[in-house]
């Protein structure tokens, strides 16, 4: 499991506050007892973790907690602060630096700024993962920001969640043919789901052009009516179960409603039921939004330069929701392209197994081999049955054994 992807990291935290994952989850529900992210990997390690686990160092985690809510360019000395702490973090162990160019406290940041510190991750030979600016009509001009990053800064490279989203597949095709082209020269792969849902903060819904500030902002805007008028204009057209609330963080009986059910529960249409959830959450929730080409998501794994990813985070395991992208991802790829003979048996697990290894410089995991840590799922009948993490089984015919076998994962 890698953790800190799209911007967002758990450390290093400059002043102890998780307020860049404020969007995913109620963050005074977390007690953070770190700054830096080797006393944070020692604090998994004190309580032990079921999973083995390696962090990038989020941009966004960094950037917010120099400027807070303020948008604009960082200063020569704020650039420097952002540097020293991005070393710092690669020094711990972190494995790279991510990007979440896509939401809203970091879609202006300049080209030049991340480049700065893309050259500090080369030293350290770590990786650049990227949620792309703008994955929409812009796409490939998004894609060709980040491959020319990942060139000149000489680092290697991984778009993050690259999916066909539904009325922009043509823009997708160009952009998967962009990233083979340069993958002859380049070392640069995009990862990928086979499910036709997006996994967001649900501010992501709103129009563009209201995505200019903080939730704050943001708030404040979506109050007035003359606004809401517009935004239920723009909103595009949704069925009833195309979005799911996953986990409102104020409003736990709206979790694992659809907004179909939500519309009928407070009779109002569709659209008018998602601004106030909106409202009524204060845009703390997250949605699952089914906008995906399931079948172009599928086909694009197959890419010699695609990597399967759940892309999934950590939701509590109960009864109101369950999602196969949540615990079914590599599976379904694994038997859709054997069943289909697309691709042999062995080059399917390789995707999810040893390329991703490689790619994170994780030298000894992602093979069955002498000498290397014995991470290894057992498969009967297209289910998992038995799972062993570092040589400790953790699972047996389905059934988990409460073993914490995992291990921190830090860059070499």
């Known amino acids: 499991t890698i953790g800190g992807n799209c911007g967002s990291s758990l450390a290093p935290l400059l002043y102890g506050s998780l307020e860049?994952?404020?969007?995913?989850?109620?963050?005074?529900?977390?007690?953070?007892?770190?700054?830096?992210?080797?006393?944070?990997?020692?604090?998994?390690?004190?309580?032990?973790?079921?999973?083995?686990?390696?962090?990038?160092?989020?941009?966004?985690?960094?950037?917010?907690?120099?400027?807070?809510?303020?948008?604009?360019?960082?200063?020569?000395?704020?650039?420097?602060?952002?540097?020293?702490?991005?070393?710092?973090?690669?020094?711990?162990?972190?494995?790279?630096?991510?990007?979440?160019?896509?939401?809203?406290?970091a879609h202006a940041t300049p080209f030049y700024e991340i480049r700065e510190l893309l050259r500090v991750v080369a030293?350290?030979?770590?990786?650049?993962?990227?949620?792309?600016?703008?994955?929409?009509?812009?796409?490939?001009?998004?894609?060709?920001?980040?491959?020319?990053?990942?060139?000149?800064?000489?680092?290697?490279g991984l778009i993050s969640h690259l999916r066909p989203l539904i009325g922009f597949e043509w823009e997708f095709g160009k952009a998967i043919r962009l990233i083979e082209a340069a993958g002859e020269t380049t070392d640069v792969h995009f990862d990928g789901y086979p499910h036709t849902s997006s996994f967001v903060p649900i501010y992501t819904l709103l129009p563009r052009w209201i995505r200019t500030g903080g939730i704050e902002t943001m708030r404040d805007h979506l109050k007035r009516p003359g606004i809401q008028q517009q935004i239920l204009?723009?909103?595009?057209?949704?069925?009833?179960?195309?979005?799911?609330?996953?986990?409102?963080?104020?409003?736990?009986?709206?979790?694992?409603?659809?907004?179909?059910?939500?519309?009928?529960?407070?009779?109002?249409?569709?659209r008018e039921?998602?601004?106030?959830?909106?409202?009524?959450?204060?845009?703390?929730?997250?949605?699952?939004?089914?906008?995906?080409?399931?079948?172009?998501?599928?086909?694009?794994?197959?890419?010699?330069?695609?990597?399967?990813?759940?892309?999934?985070?950590?939701?509590?395991?109960?009864?109101?929701?369950?999602?196969?992208?949540?615990?079914?991802?590599?599976?379904?790829?694994?038997?859709?392209?054997?069943?289909?003979?697309?691709?042999?048996?062995?080059?399917?697990?390789?995707?999810?197994?040893s390329i991703p290894a490689k790619k994170y410089r994780l030298h000894d995991r992602g093979e069955i081999k002498e000498g290397k840590f014995a991470d290894a799922v057992l498969i009967k009948d297209d289910k998992i049955t038995d799972v062993f993490v570092n040589g400790v089984q953790t699972v047996r015919f389905g059934k988990l054994l409460g073993a914490r076998a995992g291990r921190v994962l830090r860059r070499t």
Not at 74 to 80: G, I, K, V, Y
């Open 123 to 156: 030293d350290y030979h770590g990786i650049y993962t990227t949620h792309l600016r703008n994955e929409e009509e812009d796409l490939q001009s998004s894609v060709h920001e980040a491959l020319r990053l990942i060139t000149e800064s000489h680092v290697s």
């Open 273 to 353: 039921a998602l601004i106030k959830v909106m409202l009524t959450t204060g845009l703390q929730a997250t949605v699952l939004n089914r906008n995906v080409n399931e079948d172009l998501a599928m086909q694009s794994l197959l890419s010699p330069r695609a990597l399967v990813a759940s892309n999934a985070p950590a939701v509590p395991d109960t009864s109101w929701f369950r999602h196969e992208r949540f615990h079914g991802t590599f599976m379904k790829f694994i038997s859709f392209v054997r069943d289909a003979q697309l691709m042999s048996l062995e080059k399917a697990i390789q995707k999810v197994t």
């Open 20 to 105: 860049s994952i404020r969007e995913w989850t109620d963050v005074n529900r977390v007690n953070v007892g770190w700054q830096r992210v080797k006393e944070f990997l020692r604090v998994l390690e004190k309580q032990g973790i079921g999973v083995n686990f390696g962090t990038l160092v989020g941009h966004s985690t960094i950037r917010r907690a120099i400027l807070g809510n303020t948008m604009r360019d960082l200063t020569d000395r704020e650039r420097e602060v952002c540097t020293r702490t991005l070393r710092d973090a690669l020094e711990d162990g972190a494995l790279g630096l991510s990007t979440g160019l896509g939401y809203v406290h």
């Open 233 to 270: 204009r723009e909103l595009p057209k949704f069925n009833d179960d195309d979005i799911v609330v996953v986990e409102a963080h104020n409003i736990p009986e709206m979790n694992g409603k659809t907004i179909g059910a939500i519309a009928k529960n407070r009779n109002v249409p569709i």
